[in-house]
Nanobody, 126 residues
Framework: VQLQASGGGLVQAGASLRLTCATS????????TGWFRQAPGKDREFVAA????????YYANFVQGRFTISRDNAKNSIWLQMNSLKPDDTAVYYC????????????????????WGKGTQVTVSS
């Protein structure tokens, strides 16, 4: 499975962005997918995840209702809609795929991902 994140950019605080994770190769249909981010000088952190069916989602506490993860397996795509962006959201955002659903363990699941995509830079100015 190959994954490629896109849709990042430079926006002002309060703006919105929609990130896309496009997949190719082996079908993404049976994989849970997650979004992670890494800010300069910080560890990679979990953002959001969705089951392969799209019937369950899990979010990091800091999301606080601002982000929505979704997917369409027929389109081999996963999206992260980010609203009310803050300067603290500045980071490189990565999508990843996992053969396991981690539930409440997603914040500690980065090491368990089966596939990672290249990231997309999100910069939020104040």
């Amino acid at each position: 499975v190959q994954l490629q994140a896109s849709g990042g950019g430079l926006v002002q605080a309060g703006a919105s962005l929609r990130l896309t994770c496009a997949t190719s190769g082996r079908t993404i249909r049976s994989y849970a997918t997650g979004w992670f981010r890494q800010a300069p000088g910080k560890d990679r952190e979990f953002v959001a995840a969705i089951t392969w069916r799209g019937d369950m989602t899990y979010y990091a506490n800091f999301v606080q209702g601002r982000f929505t993860i979704s997917r369409d397996n027929a389109k081999n795509s996963i999206w992260l809609q980010m609203n009310s962006l803050k300067p603290d959201d500045t980071a490189v955002y990565y999508c990843a795929a996992a053969s396991e659903w981690y539930g409440t363990r997603w914040p500690r699941a980065a090491g368990g991902m089966d596939y990672w995509g290249k990231g997309t830079q999100v910069t939020v100015s104040s």
